[in-house]
């Protein structure tokens, strides 16, 4: 492993690189929860609070390094002598030489420059303060290195764009026409009189701004308010006329307005002695009316009020990575850890639209990020998750699918970002899973009875068809015939998520794949395509409501008449049967529904949905191991096997195991032989990573005589889009992250640690190894053939990490309520060290559980010795696990640690 990249400088994931200005596309999340930004090591990247409202100009990954537009600081010494602080310049030769450095941490970064030749050393800070500010602040200090005055004129350059994404291309000029500009002491505001939509023109309210001061509060000389001002005809932001031809603007700014803005301005010349510094302070920011920028810039028009808020900036992000506070005896991994552990939160607030990576989409979450990103929530405050629980249920659709779009505001929900016909298969199993995982950390069943409403819109029966009676005026929740709106218990909504997958089957009986499953890339098997892997988890998840039902606390619940249909026994064989039935249910529920309620016994009900699991898993173990040694997951439009030796062509993906182990479908003996398959076929030695399918265009093993078997390039367009990318990345052969780490916690799960432990280690090991992976301390979206990370921040895959750490790996999870601490270590976790521990808060408790293990043993070869609470020992009743009753949690101090020891040996 090897990292060249950066090292880091504190135990809070602060670090420092020499050389991370020579990968453009590196970058950073600024953000709190009104402005999202992206920063580069050359201050490239855009600003913005929505897709309707970008202050920089949207930019994408290629961008970063193909884009002139960047935040930047010129000085003019003369004409001889014109320096670009951040390093973005048509001299290329003095950007060589400038001495470049980037510090950077939760969320902040710092870069400096020193040119000998010049003189001069920048030092530029950026962030975004917590709190309710939509600015970023930009902070530049320009110290003189020399040991002779130098006198220069300073000018900031921000080019604006200040309008809708969608005009980046679309009507680009037409909307700079709608530009008014208006000038001010300390900068420029910018208002477009309207938001430009050919659908529906709308008036404008939102305001862009810049405003800029030296270190004694004074605002410029001189504003530079267009880029063809500022820049003269050439329009080139590298060289701009108005600096390397020291030009002043307009006395007269005739022709100002429907022009395309710049935040440029001119301070006065200033001679710095030897050794001195000044500094200049921007903010840039949008806000959603008039805003007094006087009264903004007075918030950081001192070096000590600019400190003020960076430190509690940092602060707030650091208190956010500590939640879950890991000591694992490897400084590197516990810092690279914090990154992780913020993830979640970066998507809250950025979705997947609002990185260079992410760019697709017009903001918001999506379903499956929304429930996976609430299981990094849950572990560290529950309480405040169940509120959100609740809420989301409500995006639930009475025919089993659900919006797929989740807004900022609660209850804002849309089917689809881009008004598509089109379900994936698997959202149905997550909300299941997340909250399970709420119940099992609070004992809290009571919150499968809270109500909640049923999302509705123009499409029904999964998309299959149109309701074109539905209009707007309707809204966007389920009524019943009497026009009452209609609301469900949070039970009757997993019910109807999963029993409607139950009976919606393709021709071997496995769940229907539809529009894609956790695999977007699975889109183009829409008419016939099956999900094995899926079909799984819905069976796994039938058995966990079965299990809720028997100790939910009722004998009776009352769920909508209409869900009677799909509680009907028959043999589970009958494909048509099943067909009929769901149409039944479909028919019933198209429109609106009865508003009667049936009652139900939990016990009796308990009973069939564990049948009905049980029939599924048989299913599977029955017609889909293969004899190669593991499970085939799908079937694409031609109801063809995916996985497996298809034509001489060995088939396997991992997403096809992972389910079947987690779900128990696949047996200890089966395991054994799955996992020597995925070292065989899906491990990649050369990157270390586990890919997530074979090639399915060449030969993936040899005859016995040692030759490839041969196979014609295909590209799997009756599967999905996935198999016409280049293999290795993204959906199609790539190292993803988050079908790894399912695959870690799978292992744990059926008491595979060493193995589990091997996958989830083996993601840190490609992220830390920066020679290949050349990426910022974080957890990608995966790694592609190469070994590059891709899409940085914005994962799922992080949630998943964090929950497999501490729940499988340190063990330490809820059991109904109770703490369960059942540690599931590798003995290569112990290689530095004989104590590992992991701190975090359960039942309102801060709790800090550390193991000792002198004889640094692994799992299955070391017993639970000893089990100290605040330093007085606690009963063993079992040696390999310990249960801590809720009530004895809830009698800890709440304002210190308390201390768990846990002696291995």
């Not at 309480?383 to 659709?397: S, Y």
């Not at 090991?765 to 990608?780: E, G, Q, V």
Request: aromatic residues 12%; proline residues 4%; contains cysteine.
């Amino acid at each position: 492993m090897e990292n060249n990249l950066y090292n880091f400088t504190d135990d809070s994931g602060s670090f420092k690189s020499f050389c991370a200005h020579k990968i453009k596309s590196l970058y950073l999340p600024l953000c709190n929860e009104l402005l999202m930004s992206s920063v580069s090591a050359d201050l490239h990247g855009d600003i913005k609070s929505g897709q309707n409202s970008f202050l920089l100009e949207p930019v994408s990954r290629i961008n970063l390094s193909l884009s002139r537009a960047s935040r930047n600081f010129w000085v003019y010494i003369n004409q001889d002598k014109i320096w670009s602080a951040t390093g973005v310049s048509k001299n290329l030769k003095q950007i060589q030489q400038d001495k470049f450095t980037l510090e950077a941490g939760q969320l902040w970064q710092r870069i400096s420059r020193e040119n000998r030749n010049i003189g001069l050393k920048s030092t530029i800070l950026s962030f975004v303060p917590a709190g309710h500010d939509a600015l970023e602040v930009m902070q530049v200090e320009i110290t003189n290195v020399s040991a002779r005055k130098i006198s220069f004129i300073p000018y900031t350059a921000i080019p604006l764009y200040a309008r809708s994404a969608d005009n980046l291309r679309d009507h680009r000029h037409v909307t700079s026409l709608l530009t008014r500009i208006k000038e001010e002491k300390y900068g420029m505001k910018i208002k477009p009189t309207l938001l430009f939509d050919e659908s529906g023109h709308r008036p404008n309210n939102t305001v862009y701004y810049v405003a800029a001061c030296d270190q004694k509060g004074r605002g410029p000389q001189y504003i530079y308010p267009t880029q063809e001002i500022f820049c003269g005809e050439s329009g080139d932001l590298e060289f701009p006329e108005a600096v390397f031809e020291n030009k002043l603007p307009p006395v007269q700014k005739t022709f100002l307005q429907g022009k395309e803005p710049m935040g440029a301005m001119r301070f006065a010349k200033i001679t710095l002695p030897a050794k001195a510094r000044v500094t200049y302070t921007m903010i840039m920011g949008i806000a959603q009316e008039d805003c007094n920028l006087s009264r903004l810039i007075r918030k950081f028009n001192q070096r000590a009020k600019v400190n003020t808020h960076f430190e509690k900036t940092r602060k707030f992000w650091q208190g956010q990575s500590r939640l879950i506070e890991v000591d694992s005896g490897n400084k590197h991994f516990d810092n690279w850890l914090r990154w992780v552990s913020i993830q979640p939160v970066l998507r809250k607030i950025f979705g997947c639209s609002f990185l260079p990576d992410f760019d697709y989409g017009k903001g918001g979450r999506g379903w499956r990020d929304l429930w996976q990103d609430c299981l990094g929530l849950i572990l560290n405050n529950p309480q405040a998750v169940r509120p959100l629980l609740i809420n989301n249920f409500c995006g639930v659709k009475i025919d089993g699918s659900n919006a797929t779009i989740i807004g900022k505001k609660p209850g804002e929900f849309i089917a689809d970002r881009n008004n598509l016909s089109r379900v994936w298969m698997d959202h149905g199993a997550w909300p299941l899973i997340t909250l399970d995982l709420y119940i099992q950390e609070t004992a809290d069943l009571g919150i499968l009875f809270a109500p909640a409403t049923y999302f509705r819109n123009h499409q029904v029966n999964r998309a299959s068809g149109i309701d074109y009676r539905w209009s707007p005026e309707y809204g966007n929740r389920l009524k019943t015939k009497s026009g009452k709106i209609y609301s469900g218990t949070v039970l009757e909504h997993l019910l109807v998520q999963n029993l409607v997958q139950f009976y919606n089957v393709g021709a071997h009986n496995h769940v229907r794949l539809e529009g894609a499953d956790w695999n977007d890339g699975l889109d183009m098997a829409k008419e016939h395509g099956e999900s094995v892997a899926f079909s799984s988890m819905y069976a796994q998840n039938l058995s966990t409501l079965a299990q809720l039902l028997l100790k939910c606390g009722r004998k009776e619940l009352e769920v909508a008449e209409e869900l009677k249909i799909l509680l009907t026994d028959f043999d589970y064989r009958d494909i048509a049967q099943k067909h009929k039935l769901l149409e039944r249910y479909f028919s019933k529920t198209k429109e609106n529904l009865s508003g009667k309620k049936i009652r139900l016994e939990a016990a009796a009900l308990s009973r069939i949905l564990s049948k009905k699991s049980l029939w599924m898993k048989k299913h599977i173990q029955k017609s889909e191991w293969l004899r190669e040694g593991f499970f085939n997951g799908y079937y694409d439009n031609r109801k063809n096997r995916v996985d497996g030796k298809i034509k001489n062509l060995l088939q396997m993906t991992l997403a096809s195991q992972v389910f079947p182990i987690m779900s128990g479908v696949a047996s200890p003996g089966q395991i054994k032989k799955i996992l020597a398959n995925v070292y065989r076929y899906l491990y990649d030695e050369s990157v270390g990573g586990i890919r997530l399918n074979t090639d399915f265009s060449r030969a993936s093993f040899k005859t016995s005589s040692g030759i490839p078997l041969k196979a014609g390039k295909k590209e799997q367009q009756d599967l999905g889009r996935a198999f016409s990318f280049v293999y290795g990345d993204k959906e199609n052969g790539a190292v993803f992250s988050h079908m790894v780490v399912m695959f870690a916690y799978a292992l744990y799960k059926q008491g595979y640690s060493q193995e589990g432990w091997w996958a989830l280690s083996s993601l840190y090991k490609m992220a830390a190894n920066t020679a290949r992976s050349r990426i910022y301390p974080c957890l990608p979206e995966y790694f592609d053939l190469t070994g590059r990370g891709m899409y940085s921040y914005l994962t799922g895959s992080a949630s998943w990490f964090a929950l497999t750490l501490l729940t499988q790996s340190f063990g330490v999870r809820g059991l109904d309520g109770d703490l369960l601490i059942e540690p599931k270590f590798s003995a290569e976790q112990f290689k530095s060290t004989d104590k590992l521990s992991i701190s975090r808060v359960f039942a309102d408790r801060n709790l800090k559980i550390v193991f000792l293990n002198p004889k640094r043993l692994g799992a299955g070869k070391y017993r639970i010795q000893r089990f100290l609470l605040n330093a007085e020992q606690f009963p063993i009743e079992e040696n390999t696990r310990i249960i801590v009753p809720r009530e004895v949690i809830t009698s800890l101090p709440k304002q210190k640690f308390n201390i768990i020891e846990v002696h291995l040996g």
